[in-house]
């Protein structure tokens, strides 16, 4: 895969999955800005992805090999299921699924989140944050 900067645009939302992998997309996308003349911005692998490659039993520079060599997120995606179990995928899934970051400390969250009102019923799952984040850092509209 070619490599891309992320400070033209975010990555893919965590929600989207490939190979029935949920934030799979998204860790590509960073993996490829990581590449040489790639530009992470300020994202980078450790936090979620990272959580996902250690839960999944892969190591960040195994799967950033990977993605280099693959031809499109397919071929990633098969690779990622050669390398784990079916049990740590469902286990993945359901974890990052009800995911809220900083232990559900409203606080702590706002520190990460400055934009979140503290009076907001907003979502504080970390598949709802995310996306919000993205769309803020570039200024886009709904």
């Given at each position: 895969m070619t490599p891309v900067s992320l400070t033209e645009r975010p990555p893919r939302s965590p929600r989207k999955s490939a190979g029935g992998i949920t934030f799979?997309?998204?860790?590509?996308?960073k993996a490829?800005?990581?590449?040489?003349g790639g530009t992470l911005?300020?994202?980078?692998?450790?936090?979620l992805s990272?959580?996902?490659?250690d839960l999944l039993g892969i190591s960040e520079d195994r799967f950033v090999s990977a993605v280099e060599a693959a031809?499109?997120?397919?071929?990633?995606?098969?690779?990622?299921?050669?390398?784990?179990?079916?049990?740590?995928?469902?286990?993945?899934n359901a974890f990052v699924a009800g995911f809220i970051p900083r232990g559900?400390?409203?606080?702590?969250i706002q520190e990460a989140f400055p934009w979140l009102a503290p009076d907001t019923q907003q979502s504080l799952l970390a598949l709802d944050?995310?996306?919000e984040d993205d769309r803020r850092a570039f200024h886009r509209p709904d």
């Open positions: 799979l997309p998204r860790t590509i996308d490829r800005a990581s590449l040489p911005g300020d994202y980078k692998l450790t936090g990272g959580r996902m490659l031809a499109d997120d397919d071929a990633v995606a098969a690779w990622v299921k050669e390398q784990t179990t079916p049990e740590k995928i469902n286990e993945w559900g400390d409203r606080a702590l944050l995310l996306p």
